[in-house]
């Protein structure tokens, strides 16, 4: 006598925004390059170098900032670093 196997488990739903928790911090920058070091510090990661894309953003890997270019002021927030010029 062969064995019935066990329906397959039910799929969880997909997370929704709120429940993937708060949305990104969101940086407005001027310059086309940024470094960030999360908060900077003891609570903060090693410091990266980013550039922002053809549309104007980049996210951190690190922390999940989002940078946006704003073509006038940039947002002063801890261990974010704009750079400009090049390498």
Same mark, same amino acid.
């Given at each position: 006598?062969?064995?019935?196997? /066990? ?6 739903? /997909?997370?929704?925004?709120? #429940?993937?928790?708060?949305?990104? %911090? $969101? ?7 940024? #470094? @960030?070091?999360?908060?900077?510090? /003891? ?19 690190? @922390?999940?900032?989002?940078? $946006? ?10 261990? $974010?670093? %704009? ?5």
């Amino acid at each position: 006598m062969a064995r019935k196997s /066990a329906p397959p488990a039910p799929t969880p739903p /997909a997370p929704t925004p709120s #429940a993937a928790g708060p949305a990104p %911090e $969101v940086v407005r920058v001027h310059a086309h390059r940024v #470094a @960030c070091d999360g908060v900077g510090g /003891a609570l903060g990661h090693p410091r990266v170098y980013l550039d922002l894309g053809v549309d104007g953003t980049v996210d951190c890997p690190y @922390c999940d900032r989002r940078f $946006v270019l704003d073509g006038g002021h940039g947002d002063d927030a801890p261990g $974010v670093y %704009e750079v400009s010029g090049g390498h």
